[in-house]
């Protein structure tokens, strides 16, 4: 299981800063490490479909344009 650091600490002699992701720890180094609040079950987050327009898109393309010309009237002199 992964385990995301929630507090600066030494685990197994190596040194982790908050927010780095521990995968190799035994079941009771985890369970002590949550319970001091050192540690918390990482969740990663599920990844979305940014595509546009692409096939199995949730959005339709968005149409750019170059603005309208605009009408100038002849200077009268």
């Known amino acids: 299981m992964k385990y995301e650091v929630t507090r600066d600490c030494i685990i197994k002699g190596a040194r982790y800063r908050v927010g780095d992701v521990v995968t190799d720890l035994s079941e ?3 369970k002590d490490l949550m319970a001091i609040g ?3 079950p990482h969740h990663e987050p599920e990844p979305t479909n940014r595509a546009i327009g692409a096939k199995d898109s949730e959005e339709k393309p968005k149409k750019r344009g170059r603005p309208a010309k ?4 002849p200077e009268a002199e």
Do not use: G, N, T
């Open 28 to 30: 009771s180094i985890a």
């Open 70 to 73: 605009k009408d100038v009237e």
């Open 38 to 40: 050192r540690l918390a």
